[in-house]
């Protein structure tokens, strides 16, 4: 069986060993090849760091034509996790985590290799354009869905959501320093990013995997993270860190839901 994976950063696996695509951040630990080697399906996957639904519907990024292309009426599953670069989810708690007194964000990748998260660090952002982006995520991701299934009419398509980053309760630690305020405003972010993906698939009839649900207790501040802590390097593309993004256990956990889903 054929099986493409779309989406971001949160597909691709930044961060984590061994990096296959430097100018994608893609990893071959990542969930779709954990589930490809599981189920024994021929992988195509196209994820790439940084991306929205644009570049996976019609727009090219980092040299690579829009992720799309790679579905054909051959294809018999996509999984897709996008959305998040759209609404500046990351950019923000990158931001508000760059602003901390004494804190730095040094990726400390080779300078011979393009850099697909510098833009994404330490830098500001429209917030009302964030706003505004979030009220029409839904019909996006509809209009992704539906593009990918006339490209691939007999396909499962999945939509695989975010991994939970920050705490339900709020409260700052160690590993992200933010405040409440920040926190609370990311919070609500993310929760209106996992609804916009679950109300695309109702409308569109994909399947979806929560993992905003599964990883609420792994969490950056809980006991078992699933995600990084506010950390980079030494190496992005050789496995170090990139904050705020899936660590080896999180993508695992993510793999182990998908094959679930799809069997």
Known sequence: ?????????????????????????????N?????????????????????????IIGTPQNGRPAQITA????TDVVTATIGGNDVNYMADLHRNSCAVEGTTAVPGNDPAVPDPFDPLICTQFNLAAAQ??????????????????EAAPNARVVLVDYLTILPQNGKPCPGLPLDREEIGYSLDVARQLALATKHAAQRTGAELVELSKASRHHDVCSADPWVTAWEFGPDIFAGGALAYHPNEEGMEAAAALVIDQLS
Not at 31 to 55: F, P, R
Not at 132 to 149: F, K, R, S, W, Y
């Open 1 to 29: 069986m054929d099986y493409v994976a779309l989406g971001s950063s949160f597909a691709a696996g930044p961060g984590i060993p061994n990096i296959i695509d430097p100018r994608c951040g893609r990893s071959d630990n």
């Open 31 to 55: 969930y779709a090849h954990l589930v490809a080697e599981a189920l024994q399906l021929t992988l195509t996957d196209v994820t790439c760091s940084g991306a929205t639904i644009n570049n």
């Open 71 to 74: 579905v054909t009426d051959a």
């Open 132 to 149: 505004e982006q979030l009220a029409g995520l839904t019909a996006e991701l509809v209009d992704m869905v539906e593009a990918i299934q």
